[in-house]
């Protein structure tokens, strides 16, 4: 595997120019392409049918995935998910059930908080999975079985296909969940592979939106402070957004779920705030237009990143549209995971910043 820049100025633009790729290749490990349904590379050493729940532990960007699988597991396999921060797992030191499971996930498979609330997970009784992109590090040793992310080596710092690797995987996962829980049949099984099918496809179409984010970027540069909104598994990308602006570009942005303006972050609204709305036509849709349309009546300038059918719906001005291709909700965070990604990128950019090695933040955590 070559770790070069390639034709790109940072390891973070090939990075998130890589997805199509990796994400296939990761899917390709996954599925069964010709019965379209889930097939896991390994054996699992417990059964999902028997788990009441399921506690996930992750740092930073991973842990955002983890958020977003939290959505997944609960919709399609009924399986109650606890999640919580590695740094709060470990010192917290939940009750875990002898023979649950905890589900780990990380890129490096070093991170010092994630392996010691694996560790303290293990020593409670607990089967371990882990969703790693370094198979030889250490919590993939520890852990009792490994789900691979095929994202190949990750050099930015701030984690871009790692990311869109482990949500294929934990979606995956989800749904063998759901096959051994009888909790969807085939026929949604075959569905839902179908959709997972279009990803790489669709992460090609949405790396497009490009030269837009580069013209958004500017504006978004301008900002002292940015808010991301979004419900549903919108809401954790809301946070992945805000984190990535903040890791590469240094201006103060937070993630919220939509439904949680109207409780404290609507009173920081006004013409210099960027608001960027993270909304594909979905079931909720119509909900975040109402929070779109509170922004509005107080000045804010909302990004929406959406698909045709939401632009169209929702009658508000905007500061801009980023009309994203039409894709199944279930698997949308993969696909908007791409527009995030380059609006962090193309604003750091802009503004002169390393976005590679950005200033006091490290690849890999192994200390505490
Ligand atoms: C560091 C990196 C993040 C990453 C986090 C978790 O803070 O800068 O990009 O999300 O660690 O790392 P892991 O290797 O466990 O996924």
């Not at 010691?116 to 590090?137: E, I």
């Not at 349309?293 to 909302?302: D, F, S």
């Not at 169209?312 to 696909?335: E, F, K, R, W």
């Amino acid at each position: 595997y070559l770790v070069d820049k390639g034709n790109h100025r940072h390891f973070m633009a090939k990075e998130i120019h890589e997805q199509p790729e990796v994400v296939g290749r990761t899917l390709a490990h996954y599925v069964d392409m010709a019965n379209g349904r889930i097939a896991l590379p390994e054996a699992l050493p417990f059964d999902f049918a028997k788990l009441s729940r399921l506690s996930i532990t992750a740092c930073g960007t991973a842990f955002y995935a983890g958020l977003v699988a939290k959505y997944w597991f609960e919709t399609i396999a009924r399986l109650p998910v606890e999640i919580d921060v590695a740094s709060e797992t470990r010192y917290r030191e939940p009750p875990l059930e002898r023979d649950g499971l905890t589900l780990v996930i990380s890129q490096s498979g070093e991170t010092a908080d994630t392996l010691a609330s694996l560790r303290y997970a293990k020593a409670q009784g607990q089967h371990s999975l882990a969703v790693v992109n370094v198979p030889t590090s250490t919590i993939a040793r520890e852990c009792s079985v490994v789900m691979p992310t095929l994202a190949g080596p990750e050099i930015g710092v701030a984690s871009t296909k790692a990311f869109s690797c482990q949500l294929t995987v934990l979606l995956c996962l989800a749904i063998a969940a759901g096959r051994a829980r009888g909790t969807l049949d085939a026929a949604r099984e075959r569905a839902l592979v179908d959709a997972l099918i279009t990803v790489p496809g669709l992460m090609a179409e949405s790396v497009k939106l490009e030269a837009e984010v580069e013209v958004l970027s500017r504006e978004i540069a301008k900002a002292r402070d940015v808010l991301y909104l979004g419900r549903g598994t919108s809401y954790p990308m809301a946070l992945e957004g805000a984190l990535k602006l903040k890791e590469i570009s240094y201006i103060h942005a937070e993630g919220y779920a939509a439904g949680e303006l109207k409780h404290g972050p609507i009173a920081l609204i006004d013409e210099t705030v960027p608001v960027i709305v993270i909304a594909p036509h979905d079931a909720i849709f119509e909900k975040t237009v109402s929070n779109m349309q509170e922004v509005a009546a107080r000045g804010g300038r909302i990004v929406l990143i959406g698909d045709a059918k939401g632009a169209a719906d929702h009658g508000l001005d905007t500061l801009a549209t980023l009309t994203m291709p039409d894709v199944d909700p279930v698997v949308a965070p993969i696909v908007y995971a791409v527009p995030v990604q380059l609006l962090a990128y193309h604003t750091a950019v802009f503004m002169g910043k390393d976005v590679d090695q950005p200033r006091n933040l490290a690849k890999s955590v192994t200390v505490e």
